[in-house]
């Protein structure tokens, strides 16, 4: 199953693991989206987006049309929203112009500590 993982750390931490994994030429069984905070995370991944994502999980390629039908939402509010999920990396474009969500799950991890 082709996950990916959203998950907020430093920067400076993803890059290292980003770097390892270059170095040593491995292949990550897993996709991971690093936000350096919470707040950049939920900035991204709104209700209206996630609602997206799962009406897109398994669907393959679609219009921005279909999508908008899928979640009964009005055509532009989902071009803003694809849009900002594909600059996050959470859908793709096509060679058509169809956009897809390639994963068949979506994992989010942060932790919350007192201060």
Known sequence: MKTVILD??????AMTDFARA????????????????PELLWKILTAKR????KALCGAGP????????????DVKGVHGDVTALLEAG???RTETGAIEFPYEAI???FLLQAA
């Open 8 to 13: 907020v750390r430093e920067p400076r931490e």
């Open 22 to 37: 270059w170095h040593l030429n491995e292949q990550q069984e897993t996709d991971r989206i690093s936000f350096a905070s």
């Open 90 to 92: 959470l859908l793709n």
């Open 50 to 53: 996630w609602e997206l994502l």
């Open 107 to 109: 994992k989010v991890e």
């Open 62 to 73: 679609v219009s921005i049309r279909e999508a908008a039908r899928r979640v009964a939402r």
